[in-house]
Nanobody
């Protein structure tokens, strides 16, 4: 059974940093891509970043480019999202997801975690 478990969310002030983690288990993800999405209350799910697990190829949403960094630790089967210079508009539930190929669309992703709340106060 595939499991994606996020952690690392919390309440921070604007300008602070957080690092989200997503521990993957239940299958081999080496050929997969992993993505982070977020959803704020009353808004649609939004693509944040994705990485090709084995190749390290990354893509980012324009809204986070230069502030967020996605990375993987293959030995730990874990994906990270380092978030710097956080803004109040980054407030959302952040989800980790797995897809057969690198993609921005949430419908491309097969596996999903339960989400972790990130709240940025002004």
């Amino acid at each position: 059974q595939v499991q994606l478990v996020e952690s690392g969310g919390g309440l921070v002030q604007a300008g602070a940093s957080l690092r989200l983690s997503c521990a993957a288990s239940g299958r081999t993800f080496s050929s997969y891509a992993m993505g982070w999405f977020r959803q704020a209350p009353g808004k649609e799910r939004e693509f944040v970043a994705a990485i090709r697990w084995s190749a390290g190829i990354t893509v980012y949403a324009d809204s986070v480019k230069g502030r967020f960094t996605i990375s993987v630790d293959i030995d730990k089967n874990t994906v990270y999202l380092q978030m710097n210079r956080l803004k109040p508009e980054d407030t959302a539930v952040y989800y980790c997801a797995g897809a057969p190929r690198l993609a921005r669309g949430w419908s491309e992703y097969t596996y999903w975690g339960q989400g972790t709340q990130v709240t940025v106060s002004s």
